[in-house]
């Protein structure tokens, strides 16, 4: 039955982009014939507060999902797929060495303050990422990951030289970019609203990349009252009282004129609040419903549009730094074979999730037909565990952490799935000490950053569609999560990331996920499908695979 119900939602999504693109070149204007309200304000129940509306200064999806109403990018992704389209640059290409990339620009374009949109604003742009000193090189997740360094690195910062090398603007709609050396995550990287494009003048104005000194963070007057970028919406105010951000129509947007006249965001932290205010007309929508609470808001008649095409990843991770045993194949497998992830898929997640056998999802070039697989066998288990010299005489002791206060993509709920795996363990013989940790302050702290604990649930949403943005996130170097020195791998995530020729590249992106699977760093668990969800009078929102929604074309029907 819920099959059903989830096809009609994915359904009412594919209609309303058919609607979007016949309607493409309808003026706001024509609203009353369409039958909507170009006057309405849009609210949008969010997780939580935005940290910064400075968004290269973030990483939360909360903050990113403000960030694409104001700002446009360079590249943009097509609405509901993972291809990347043209943003603010018409088109882009490389030199062979994949190291010098040229944008043609968007001529008609002007930031919310009026000042122009060409290539010497882009370059201000890079410039200004690449100079960022003192407390300002702390939060860049996205800049450290796309050119690893700045300009001048602070010692704390443990940064290495910075692959970005400079900007020039050739002509008035023209930039070249320099790289020190090609890299898959260049320009894909820039579809992502963390690199949005600001108006210079305002940057300046408002002392946009004064943080302050390393180590004390002080967000500026740009990053809280001031954004100014080229996007469907201008900023109005963020009152932090209130926990909403208040968004008003630009009338004046190069792209398609928003269908709404104003967005708010509203922090509601807590799920069942936001399906109560969804339920009562207090809000018009909020993202990532817990599957557990899809099917009452389809039969209270709410639009939900599954993103049935996961490009995210659960797994379990093995830290093998300083855990002899987990240093041993042997034992390794064994868990993998304990683990009954079908079983935890089909108790635990929404129709259409599958049991992953790689750190790649399927969706994703590069993902490998033909890796190695682990498949439930307790028996295969304990035989492996007897092998490496465990038994009921010498039993292996494993902690497992796992996290609370927390609903991700990849992760309905933590404490139901350790409450399924540790049994596993123990049943082939592995005493595990589960250990429940709080989401932000403590487990993302402990096992990212410290390493602690032997296994631990976690996962990852894709930022942009390469197989990179996973596996080169986990085992292109050295990192405490997974805690394993393996050079020669290293060295292929390396000549990966730097092979110009795509082909080639997600070639060797496959041979990577079957040694990967070989060497057995961790345990791919599923891919999970999530949702968004609307009240039943709102329409032209069209969900993606990346979960990077935009809102300037939300309709709100009048009947």
């Known amino acids: 039955m819920r099959q059903r119900r989830l096809k009609a939602g994915i359904a009412v999504g594919a209609v309303a982009a058919?609607?979007?693109?016949?309607?493409?070149?309808?003026?706001?204007?024509?609203?009353?014939?369409?039958?909507?309200?170009?006057?309405?304000?849009?609210?949008?129940?969010?997780?939580?507060?935005?940290?910064?509306?400075?968004?290269i200064y973030t990483a939360d999806g909360e903050s990113i999902r403000v960030a694409r109403m104001i700002y446009d990018t360079l590249?943009?992704?097509?609405?509901?797929?993972?291809?990347?389209?043209?943003?603010?640059?018409?088109?882009?290409?490389?030199?062979?060495?994949?190291?010098?990339?040229?944008?043609?620009?968007?001529?008609?374009?002007?930031?919310?303050?009026?000042?122009?949109?060409?290539?010497?604003?882009?370059?201000a742009n890079f410039e200004r990422y690449h100079n960022?000193?003192?407390?300002?090189?702390?939060?860049?997740?996205?800049?450290?990951?796309?050119?690893?360094?700045?300009?001048?690195?602070?010692?704390?910062?443990?940064?290495?030289?910075?692959?970005?090398?400079?900007?020039?603007?050739?002509?008035?709609?023209?930039?070249?970019?320099?790289?020190?050396?090609?890299?898959?995550?260049?320009?894909?990287?820039?579809?992502?609203?963390?690199?949005?494009?600001?108006?210079?003048?305002?940057?300046?104005?408002?002392?946009?990349?004064?943080?302050?000194?390393?180590?004390?963070?002080?967000?500026?007057?740009?990053?809280?009252?001031?954004?100014?970028?080229?996007?469907?919406?201008?900023?109005?105010?963020?009152?932090?009282?209130?926990?909403?951000?208040?968004?008003?129509?630009?009338?004046?947007?190069?792209?398609?004129?928003?269908?709404?006249?104003?967005?708010?965001?509203?922090?509601?932290?807590d799920e069942t609040q936001r399906v109560e205010s969804l339920l009562t007309g207090e809000i018009h929508g909020f993202d990532l419903p817990a599957p557990a609470h899809w099917d009452t808001l389809e039969a209270e008649g709410m639009n939900l549009l599954v993103r049935d095409t996961p490009v995210n990843l659960l797994y379990v991770a093995f830290t093998q730094e300083g855990n002899e045993a987990l240093q041993?194949?042997?034992?390794?497998?064994?868990?993998?074979?304990?683990?009954?992830?079908?079983?935890?898929?089909?108790?635990?997640?929404?129709?259409?999730?599958?049991?992953?056998?790689?750190f790649t999802p399927p969706s994703l070039p590069g993902w490998a037909d033909d890796v190695i697989t682990y498949e439930y066998d307790p028996d295969l288990a304990r035989d492996l565990l007897a092998e490496a010299g465990y038994d009921e005489d010498n039993p292996l002791?494993?902690?497992?952490?796992?996290?609370?206060?927390?609903?991700?993509?990849?992760?309905?709920?933590?404490?139901?799935?350790?409450?399924?795996?540790?049994?596993?363990?123990?049943?082939?013989?592995?005493?595990?000490?589960p250990i429940s940790m709080v989401w932000g302050t403590e487990f993302i702290p402990a096992v990212i950053a410290e390493g602690e604990g032997d296994l631990h649930f976690l996962g990852w949403t894709g930022d942009y569609p390469d197989a990179f943005n996973f596996i080169g996130t986990w085992f292109a170097s050295a990192n405490a999560e997974f805690g394993f020195d393996n050079p020669e791998l290293f060295e292929k995530m390396a000549q990966a990331d730097q092979t110009v020729e795509e082909a080639e590249r997600i070639a060797l992106y496959e041979e990577l996920n079957r040694e990967i699977m070989e060497f057995l760093p961790g345990v791919p668990i599923s891919h999970?499908?999530?949702?968004i969800v609307l009240a039943p009078n709102v329409e032209g929102v069209v969900q993606g695979p990346l979960a990077n929604e935009r809102f300037d074309q939300a309709r709100i029907l009048t009947e």
Do not use: K
Not at 24 to 48: K, Q
Not at 411 to 431: K, R
């Open 528 to 531: 999970m499908p999530n949702a």
């Open 132 to 269: 960022l000193e003192g407390a300002a090189q702390s939060p860049p997740y996205y800049w450290r990951l796309l050119s690893g360094g700045f300009a001048n690195n602070e010692p704390e910062a443990g940064l290495g030289e910075p692959n970005y090398q400079s900007c020039e603007a050739t002509d008035e709609f023209t930039a070249v970019i320099d790289l020190a050396e090609p890299t898959s995550r260049f320009p894909r990287l820039l579809s992502l609203h963390v690199f949005g494009m600001h108006s210079p003048a305002a940057l300046e104005e408002y002392n946009a990349s004064d943080l302050g000194p390393w180590g004390d963070v002080q967000w500026p007057e740009y990053s809280t009252d001031h954004p100014t970028g080229t996007g469907p919406f201008r900023f109005v105010e963020w009152d932090q009282a209130t926990q909403e951000v208040r968004l008003e129509r630009n009338d004046d947007y190069w792209g398609e004129t928003p269908t709404v006249a104003e967005v708010i965001f509203r922090a509601i932290p």
């Open 397 to 433: 002791e494993l902690t497992f952490l796992w996290p609370t206060e927390v609903t991700r993509p990849y992760m309905p709920s933590p404490q139901d799935m350790i409450e399924l795996f540790a049994p596993d363990l123990e049943a082939v013989g592995i005493e595990v000490e």
């Open 18 to 55: 058919l609607v979007l693109s016949a309607c493409a070149s309808e003026r706001v204007e024509d609203a009353e014939d369409l039958g909507y309200d170009p006057d309405a304000t849009l609210i949008i129940g969010t997780a939580g507060e935005v940290t910064s509306l400075d968004p």
């Open 328 to 358: 041993d194949l042997r034992v390794r497998r064994a868990i993998a074979h304990a683990l009954n992830r079908e079983g935890l898929v089909n108790a635990l997640m929404p129709e259409g999730a599958e049991v992953a056998t790689q």
């Open 75 to 123: 590249l943009d992704i097509r609405p509901g797929t993972t291809e990347v389209v043209p943003g603010l640059a018409t088109s882009w290409d490389s030199d062979p060495s994949g190291t010098s990339w040229t944008f043609e620009l968007r001529d008609d374009v002007t930031f919310h303050d009026g000042e122009p949109f060409n290539a010497e604003a882009v370059c």
